[in-house]
């Protein structure tokens, strides 16, 4: 493809995954013996079913990842993603409470990439609010990431690095 991003960036909750990490799950989470991830109180947690291939694929064409989450439940975000074994995939990681716009701007600092060299998908209006104005290109996630909405994404990022 002739223009990928350097870097795509995953908000965590009702992103890659279907709860809020603080609010409907009870942390810490273990790996049970059939291989399901239980929450403290035995209860099944997953990821939105197409998101380690959307992961894999990303990583197949050569595109860094990065999570940005608004989480207080830091501990809990960051075992998750070593127990779904994304942990892999992501190359930085900035999990804290506060506008995102502070995730990106470390983001930039860590990786040298350009906002506008960033595609970021969240299923949160008020995110996609504070970030755009940076230049990212954002991606409203609707039912959960996917496939499709990868597709969505770097098709938005291509046109948006057309026009420029
Ligand atoms: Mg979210």
């Not at 989470?29 to 079913?49: A, E, I």
């Not at 008020?126 to 969505?152: E, K, S």
């Amino acid at each position: 493809m002739a223009h990928l991003p350097k870097l795509a960036v995953f908000d965590l909750d009702y992103t890659l995954w279907p709860f809020w990490v603080d609010t409907h799950v009870d942390p810490p989470f273990h790996k049970s013996s059939d291989g399901t991830v239980r929450d403290k109180s035995g209860r099944d947690v997953r990821l939105y079913p197409e998101v380690p291939q959307v992961l894999e694929r990303l990583q197949g064409l050569g595109v860094p990842i990065a999570a940005a989450s608004r989480t207080g439940e830091i501990e809990g975000a960051n075992q998750l993603l070593e127990l779904f074994d994304l942990s892999r995939y992501f190359s930085h990681r900035e999990i804290y409470p506060g506008s995102k716009v502070t995730h990106f701007e470390r983001l930039h600092q860590k990786t040298g990439v350009r906002f506008w060299h960033m595609l970021f998908f969240d299923d949160e209006k008020r995110n996609i609010v504070d970030v755009g104005p940076l230049g990212v290109t954002c991606i409203h996630v609707q039912n959960g990431m996917n496939l499709a909405t990868l597709t969505q994404g770097l098709e938005a990022f291509a046109k948006a690095q057309a026009g420029l």
